[in-house]
Structures are given as C-alpha cells and as structure tokens.
C-alpha cells in the first residue's frame, strides 16, 4: 500500500501557504481601501485614531465653587486674549439637513481680533462653503443654495442694508465658536446662574449679556464649564427674542504650550441664513499663522451680491435645506428685558452696569497654565462702574 502521508502534508503545506497569502491579500486590499477612502475628501484623523496616541495634559481647574461674576469673566478672557492666531487645515465639515453634500474637508484661519476665513470642498465636487471676515468686510458662499451667489456686505453698512434680512449676524461670530469669545466690557453681564438638571448645576454655569453689535442690541445666553471656564454654548437673540445664532462646543482640548482650552468639535446654526455646520476642527496650530493679505480677501466668486447697498426687504430668502437638529428657536424668558429685570436664582453675584475687562490682550507670551480663581469675598456682590465688586448693602 502506497504511503499518502508524505503527499497530505505537502498539500497541508501548500494550504497553510495558499492560506497566509489569502490573509495577506486582504490586509493589502484593506490598506487600499483606507487610502482610497482617506484621498476621496473623507476624514480620516478619527475613525482610525491610534487608540495609544497621547491626548496632551488635562485642563487646569481655574474656577470653583461660589466663584464671581468677574472672576468667571476674567478666566474666560484670559483664555481667549492669549490666541493671536488660529490655523487647521484638515477640518471635517458636514452640512446637517443637506444631504446632497457630503463629508466636507476644511481650511479654517483666523487672526485676533477680527479675521477669518472657512473653506470646505470635497475631491469630487470641488469648492462647497467660504465664509469670511477682514477688517472691511464679509461675506459667505454655500454652493448649493439658491441663489448660488457670494453675499458680501462692508461692515459699516450691515445695519441698515438687506444684509440682515439673509445674515442677521456676521462670520466673526465664528471666531467666538471657536473659542475666541470674549465679555466685551462695553456690554451688560449678570450672573453666574445655574444651568441645566439640579443634579448637574455644579458642572455648568450661564452668563447671560445684553450686547452691543452693528445690527443693534441682542440678548445672549454664555454657558460655562464651571471648573474649567470653557465656553460650551453661545445663543443670540434678536430684539424681538428671534434666535439668530447658536454655537455648541464639546471634546475640548488643552494646549499646555500657550495654556489655553478650545473645542474640538463645533456646531453652529444660522437659521435665518438656514445654514448649519458641524465641524471637527482636526489638528489646530495656534500663534504661527502669518497675516497674509490674500488670505482676508473677497473671493472671485460670481455671481456676488453686494448686501450692503441694497435696501432692506429687497431680497428674496435664501433657499436650502436648513437643518432642523435643534428644535427650538424660542427665546428664554430674559430676552428682550432689561438686564435689571433677570431675577433667577444666583450662583454668584450680579451685575447690572458695565465693567472694564479685567484680562486685557496682551501679545507677550503667556504663562503655560491658568492660576485657579478663587473667591476673595462674599459671594452676593455686585459690581460698580470699573469692575470693583462691592457688598450689596454699601451704596
């Protein structure tokens, strides 16, 4: 009788090989995919994030319990005034509520105190969204909507022109959304409140602000990270209570060489204009952006539509399809009212005139980490003219 065993293990040899090599193939083909999905325009940096990569120190705790309305100003400020410059170059962008739009890849630039610049296109469509701001002017772009047109408006002309009717509030409210906010001190601030569940009021804190913008007065609502001083969302309303403007941050990360604290991902809402971005700003390079002219100027794009010199009521809304993710555009029972009138419970103490920043910019370095704040007297105060707190009970 013949011995097969030499013959089966040849061919179990030649499976186990046939085997490895199917197992290779694969892997080979998977790494193609990934590349072919990375170079289509998709984002990439998340999905296969390296699970043992390095997310950088923690944020400091820079407030505490009972903290003023002026130290959660001046740590919010602080913040702030130590960004010059703000650069990423691999944001990804979604459109929620148009779904002919696909997974966006952005270009986002700013520069203290009041330029910026978005662009997001993909591989196959090309450019989709360019919003702007320079000293002069802005303007904003969305491929897809109808009319397809660059609005632009000079600032000195945004109050009394047509620019209100389709963009009530201007693209350097995207420098707030990307944690560039300040508490001007030419406005009226009260708080801090409570905000949100009886069960999570020491996490979060609001402001709540009557400001002063080239399109009139508004009403703002500033919620905080109690502990850490991140802004996490900003609403702005109209005269009439009309919510014009709304930006949600998350997944903050702290950058232990300049020392500050800015969001990872941004959502922000114009439902007037019925636009809504989503935004992962990818990786972000702060203080080394150059200010490069053509960088602030108005894009060659046609048709444009000069918002400024047109007179209100004169045009047509702009058509797309807006998102509906967040439900409510009602205002909350301060808007409209004088900031003597709030009369909600207190974390802190309130304040009903304006106050000089207690944090100005300063373009030296700062130091890496933020000193905790901690209060320096009784918790009900409130603030004169200057932003020195008094007790309640000295006129």
């Known amino acids: 009788m013949t011995n097969d065993k030499p013959r089966q293990k040849a061919e179990g040899g030649r499976r186990k090989i046939s085997r490895g090599a199917t197992q290779r193939q694969a892997k080979r083909l998977l790494l193609l995919l990934m590349i ?91 450019p989709e969204v360019d919003l702007g701001s320079n000293d002069e002017l802005f303007w904003f772009w969305v491929k897809r909507n109808e009319p397809p047109a660059l609005y632009f408006s000079r600032h000195d002309q945004f109050a009394n022109s047509a620019a209100k009717q389709v963009m009530p509030i201007e693209p350097q409210w995207l420098l707030d959304a990307l944690g560039m906010m300040q508490f001007s001190p030419n406005d009226r601030h009260e708080g801090p409140f409570p905000h949100g569940p009886s069960s999570q009021r020491n996490g979060e804190i609001e402001i709540r602000s009557v400001i002063q913008t080239r399109g009139g007065q508004m009403s703002k609502s500033t919620i905080i990270d109690a502990r850490r001083a991140w802004v996490l969302e900003q609403h702005v309303y109209d005269a009439s209570g009309t919510l014009v403007a709304s930006t949600r941050a998350s997944k903050h990360r702290y950058y232990p060489a300049v020392g500050v604290s800015l969001p990872e991902k941004i959502e922000l809402r114009l439902p007037a204009a019925q636009l809504s971005l989503s935004i992962n700003v990818g990786t972000v390079q702060l203080n080394t952006l150059p200010d490069n002219p053509a960088l602030w100027s108005l894009p060659a794009i046609t048709p444009q539509i000069d918002l400024g010199t047109a007179a209100p009521g004169s045009l047509a809304p702009i058509r797309s399809a807006g998102s509906n993710d967040w439900t409510t555009g009602a205002s909350p029972a301060f808007v409209g009212l004088s900031p003597q009138s709030f009369s909600n419970t207190q974390l802190g103490f309130q304040s009903s005139v304006p106050f000089t920043s207690v944090v100005p910019p300063s373009p030296t370095p700062a130091p890496v980490a933020l000193a905790p704040v901690v209060p320096q007297g009784p918790i009900t105060q409130r603030l004169r003219p200057g932003g020195v707190a008094i007790p309640l009970g000295v006129r």
């Open 36 to 126: 072919v999905f990375c170079g289509s325009g998709a984002s990439c940096n998340r999905a296969f994030r390296n699970p043992f990569a390095t997310t950088g120190p923690p944020a400091p705790e820079v407030l505490q319990m009972g903290m003023s309305l002026d130290q959660v100003v001046a740590a919010v400020n602080q913040n702030a005034s130590r960004i010059v410059s703000y650069q990423t170059n691999n944001a990804s962008i979604t459109v929620p509520g148009m779904p002919g739009i696909p997974l966006l890849r952005g270009n986002i630039a700013a520069l203290a105190p009041g330029k910026v610049r978005l662009q997001a296109s993909t591989t196959f469509t090309g």
